[in-house]
T-cell receptor, first 112, second 118 residues
Framework: KQEVTQIPAALSVPEGENLVLNCSFT??????LQWFRQDPGKGLTSLLL?????REQTSGRLNASLDKSSGRSTLYIAASQPGDSATYLC???????????FGSGTQLTVLP | GAVVSQHPSRVICKSGTSVKIECRSL??????MFWYRQFPKQSLMLMAT?????????EQGVEKDKFLINHASLTLSTLTVTSAHPEDSSFYIC??????????????FGPGTRLTVL
């Protein structure tokens, strides 16, 4: 059974800092890995999707990497802003049923 | 990107009543839809997978008689919480995968439905 772990559970940084969120998964036979953002009481916003054959994806200040063999992904946020404050979820798509397994999230607070 | 809607966005009901939540893919045909539940400060847990025209597949521990799922068309899936109780209060989110292509397809998520059972 796929398990996804995110570290740290919470992170607080001053505005302008670069930061890294970590995600690890137990079964490396994945189809893709996705990073989401969730604001309090809201749904999910997809940030980046990395296919299993890819090593990284970039969108603006966000860069996500994938090392499938070691079961790890990182989300790098450059020059953080207070508007980046949210919970960031990592999810992997795996299994014959194409199920997404989510991590427990990292709650990010960027202080002005 | 593809758009998935949910209705209602928020519902409050009395204990013992049934509540229906709709999930629609607005600009694509969804062969498979997923229903997730999220308790406060926890991550999303998959409840069930539904394919158009067939019975839903429920995850272990999810009561299929309590959470009725119908995927009647390629653009609509419904989740009915029957005889709701306060412990069913949660945030319910659906997602959908479109037709074409293999296992790398992206799931598109609805905005979620906040259910509060009094």
């Amino acid at each position: 059974k796929q398990e996804v772990t995110q570290i740290p559970a919470a992170l607080s940084v001053p505005e302008g800092e670069n930061l890294v969120l970590n995600c690890s998964f137990t079964d490396s036979a994945i189809y893709n890995l996705q990073w989401f953002r969730q604001d309090p009481g809201k749904g999910l916003t997809s940030l980046l999707l990395i296919q299993s054959s890819q090593r990284e994806q970039t969108s603006g200040r966000l860069n996500a990497s994938l090392d499938k063999s070691s079961g790890r992904s990182t989300l790098y946020i450059a020059a953080s802003q207070p508007g980046d404050s949210a919970t960031y979820l990592c999810a992997v798509l795996s299994g014959s049923a194409r199920q997404l397994t989510f991590g427990s999230g990292t709650q990010l607070t960027v202080l002005p | 990107g593809a758009v998935v809607s949910q209705h209602p966005s928020r519902v409050i009901c009395k204990s013992g009543t049934s509540v229906k939540i709709e999930c629609r893919s607005l600009d694509f045909q969804a062969t498979t839809m997923f229903w997730y539940r999220q308790f406060p400060k926890q991550s999303l847990m998959l409840m069930a997978t539904s394919n158009e025209g067939s019975k839903a597949t429920y995850e272990q521990g999810v009561e299929k008689d309590k959470f009725l799922i119908n995927h009647a068309s390629l653009t609509l899936s419904t989740l009915t919480v029957t005889s709701a109780h306060p412990e069913d209060s949660s945030f319910y989110i659906c997602s959908a995968i479109g037709w074409a292509g293999g296992p790398g397809n992206e799931q598109f998520f609805g905005p979620g439905t906040r259910l509060t059972v009094l």
